[in-house]
């Protein structure tokens, strides 16, 4: 592996190119696959090639998974589309160099010609702009380095941090929580609780780096957690029927799922308790293609419930 000394404002310019698809006229950042639908901005990958795809990507929310390391190289061009990729950026390179002069040029050219005919090829720096940090490490990086072949440099990308770039993007539905008793519930009344709007119970990403290597993670509902918002002196959960997505109220059914209040609210904040239930999605890395155990995502929805007595009238 040999790294190159940047020469003034050209290692910007080999960047652009090492990225693949910076317009040098619009500042030169490039973006992989911002992630910034529903709740969730996700990662958004500047200089990078990954793309990330999957129905984990859209429509739900993440639980903030933080990408390890927020900047890395990745597998770039040859040699020989390197050295034509350099040249294409004559222009560029006279017209943003502090005093261009033709001999200059020739020396920042060289190092890319020394690698014709030889195995490898040009590895660039690519980070995570949705961390703060991810700048910082991005600028800490060499501007281009020639990798053999059937190697990876130092801080490059491995199988492993694809998976983690795939986890970092992954969202899961964010659930709309349904009780009955609805507006109001009362000590000692079952409350029955379950979910809608979460749709297909599994969730993919996937984050390749085109024709070099690609990594899935799966998200699969498992299960349901409620927290009625108050002690166990307060309130009884029962879990026994709630399966992956509660159990909806049926005229004559067995309560199985959801919270009987043995207390009023009439002494909590706002006179109301706060129910929230969470959904568990634990993910695998499909295939296997990494020893690693990501920890599940779990998404929560609250409401608010106020529990009254039960009034009644005694007649002599």
Request: with cysteine.
């Amino acid at each position: 592996m040999q790294q190159m000394t940047p020469m003034g404002s050209v290692a910007v310019a080999a960047l652009l190119v090492l990225a693949g698809a910076a317009n040098p006229e619009d500042g030169g950042r490039t973006v992989g696959t911002p992630i910034k639908e529903g709740n969730t901005r996700g990662i958004d990958l500047a200089h990078s090639k990954i793309v990330v795809s999957g129905d984990g990507t859209r429509g739900g929310k993440s639980d903030g998974y933080v990408l390890k390391r927020p900047c890395w190289y990745e597998p770039g061009l040859d040699a020989n589309e390197m050295l034509k990729s350099q040249e294409s950026l004559r222009a560029y390179w006279f017209r943003f160099t502090e005093n261009p002069t033709e001999e200059k040029w020739q020396a920042f050219l060289k190092q890319f010609e020394d690698k014709i005919g030889k195995d490898g090829r040009w590895w660039g720096p690519a980070y995570n702009a949705a961390d703060p940090k991810g700048q910082a490490c991005f600028a800490s990086l060499d501007p281009f380095v020639f990798v053999p072949p059937g190697t990876t440099p130092p801080s490059g990308i491995t199988i492993q941090e694809l998976a983690e770039i795939a986890r970092a993007a992954l969202t899961v539905p964010e659930p709309t929580v349904k009780l009955n008793p609805d507006a109001k519930s009362y000590v000692n009344l079952p409350t029955w609780v379950w979910l809608e709007g979460i749709g297909e119970p599994r969730r993919s990403v996937t984050a390749t780096i085109p024709g070099v290597m690609s990594a899935t993670v799966v998200a699969t509902l498992e299960s349901i957690t409620i927290d009625p918002g108050t002690t166990k002196d307060r309130a009884e959960v029962n879990m026994e029927g709630c399966g992956t997505s509660g159990k909806p109220y049926t005229k004559g059914g067995t309560f199985s799922c959801g919270v009987r209040y043995l207390r009023s609210s009439i002494d909590q904040p706002r006179e109301k308790y706060t129910l929230t239930v969470s959904t568990v999605w634990p993910v695998e890395v499909v295939d296997n293609v990494v020893p690693v155990q990501f920890a599940p995502v779990e998404v929560g929805a609250s409401r608010d419930v106020p529990v009254g007595e039960i009034q009644s009238n005694v007649k002599p």
